[in-house]
């Protein structure tokens, strides 16, 4: 249904007035998500740096020198003596060639160093130990030998280095081994039992700032919105929390994607309504069952526990009385005047057709109507009589309720009835096993209306329910009735 002209000028001008904000606010909104997207590059930064630190130590090495300070990353002194003495035996060859008892010296030592290295993994609390697998395959393919040890005591060897093209082979090292080895590094432990890590400094002046403009905007929060304390706005905006946690840092992606929300520079209307929709499919049909399956559970339970018995043949206990009527008693009034007033007229026809055929049975039996069938133009009179007498007895017995309904002598008279019935059936209801058996037979109708309900649910749609809400909303927004707007929680705007 198209919507008219004045809800659609309604609907605009709401719109207007929602998103005319004070520039100033708008201005400050804006900064402050400027800053919190800057924490979050450093925080995304700090938290991938060492998985990512051999890419930017092998192409953006002035990354690695600014930044290792701050995780507390020195070098490894094993290995960085490993590479000192290798600088040591390229001098060495540069300057005296495979001759000479220093570089003997300096061989047998890088031998003693590769023992060492395979053998007590210094790259162990790095956690490279795969680095130490790569350099040691490396060097098993160079020297086609199966031993890792055995091929670096054959690669730092006079004999090889003279067979070979030694500069040929200090290549090799120094491209296919020396950054493995050189991306090595130590990293201390705190007091705390973990990492030393200093990114809290650059952390500290971010959560300081975002610290006072929780404040501020909480504390302007409550004091725009009238019987709104400033717990309750420090409890709305709860998300702005995470900002203050030294720990799990990356969780304060949720609050900074709010802020860039509320100034409008992304959109989460359509993920809000998503997840609002997955929500609902997936409690709506778990709460519904929970609560009829428990209801009929507390129902069968009373039943179990001989409420009815108490009910019918104690009704002077202590029960609960919201008011001073008999409850059993005027329901058998009420189903009375309900048969008198509604049903009987309704059943007229076959009260007369049930009347007429027992006037008929009962003539048939009698040996002078049987004779008198035989007179002539006697054949029919007995059948008309009866049409007579059924429908003037089932019209006076009907006229006759009636008024004594209407009397105030009969309703006294059906109300006595009342009682006298409720006391007959309570009398015959003392009967053990009659309790027992009507007990059994509505215990079992509660368990199978139980599982008629859990069968109708699980066959039930929840996501085509909560599809058809989505849709009416939609239709309701178009007609003009309701603002197309999404509110996320703790946002400034109303």
Request: net charge negative; no cysteine; proline share 4%.
């Amino acid at each position: 249904m198209p919507s008219s002209p004045v809800s659609r000028n309604n609907t605009k001008q709401y719109k207007r007035r929602r998103t005319r904000r004070n520039p100033w606010l708008l201005g400050l909104d804006r900064l402050m998500a400027l800053a919190a997207l800057a924490n979050l590059s450093l925080v995304l930064f700090n938290i991938t740096y060492i998985p990512l630190r051999d890419f930017y130590l092998s192409r953006l090495p002035q990354i690695t020198e600014l930044y290792d300070p701050i995780k507390g990353i020195v070098a490894n002194r094993d290995t960085q003596k490993y590479l000192e003495t290798v600088d040591q035996v390229e001098q060495q060859l540069a300057k005296s060639g495979t001759e000479g008892a220093e570089l003997q010296k300096l061989l047998e030592q890088l031998r003693g160093q590769s023992a060492e290295m395979v053998d007590e993994n210094p790259f162990e609390l790095a956690n490279k130990t795969g680095t130490l697998e790569k350099i040691k395959n490396r060097m098993r393919e160079q020297m086609d030998n199966e031993s890792a040890k055995g091929s670096f005591r054959e690669f730092w060897s006079v004999d090889y280095l003279k067979k070979n093209l030694w500069t040929r082979e200090l290549e090799f090292f120094s491209k296919d081994i020396r950054p493995l080895i050189a991306s090595n590094y130590y990293r201390p432990f705190g007091e705390s039992g973990d990492f030393v890590d200093f990114f809290v400094i650059i952390d500290l002046p971010f959560v300081l700032l975002f610290g006072l403009d929780y404040l501020v905007r909480t504390f302007y929060l409550s004091r725009r919105r009238q019987g709104t304390s400033w717990k309750d706005t420090i409890f709305w905006r709860w998300y702005d929390l995470l900002f203050f946690i030294p720990i799990w840092r990356i969780l304060r992606i949720l609050p900074i994607t709010l802020r860039l929300h509320q100034v409008g520079w992304i959109n989460l209307s359509r993920m809000q309504t998503q997840i609002n929709r997955f929500l609902a499919e997936s409690l709506a049909g778990d709460m519904t069952e929970i609560v009829l399956v428990q209801s009929v559970g507390i129902a069968q339970d009373a039943i179990e526990q001989g409420v009815i018995e108490q009910w019918l043949l104690n009704p002077e206990t202590d029960t609960v009385e919201i008011n001073e009527v008999n409850e059993l008693e005027e329901l058998i009034l009420q189903a009375v005047k309900i048969t008198i007033y509604k049903v009987l007229p309704q059943l007229t026809p076959d009260l007369e057709n049930v009347i007429r055929h027992a006037i008929v049975e009962a003539l048939s039996d009698i040996p002078f109507y049987r004779q008198a069938q035989q007179l002539p133009g006697m054949m029919t009179l007995p059948n008309v009589i009866a049409e007579q007498v059924s429908k003037q007895l089932t019209q006076t017995s009907q006229s006759t309720l009636t008024k004594v309904l209407n009397d105030q002598k009969g309703k006294d008279i059906f109300d006595q009835l009342g009682e006298h019935f409720t006391d007959a059936l309570r009398g015959e209801l003392q009967n053990q096993e009659t309790l027992d058996e009507i007990q059994s037979l509505l215990t079992d109708f509660l368990e199978e209306t139980k599982l008629t309900i859990l069968q109708r649910l699980e066959s039930k749609d929840g996501e085509g329910a909560a599809a058809e809400v989505e849709h009416l909303r939609q239709v309701t927004r178009d007609s003009g009735q309701l603002p197309a707007v999404q509110v996320i929680p703790g946002s400034s705007r109303p």
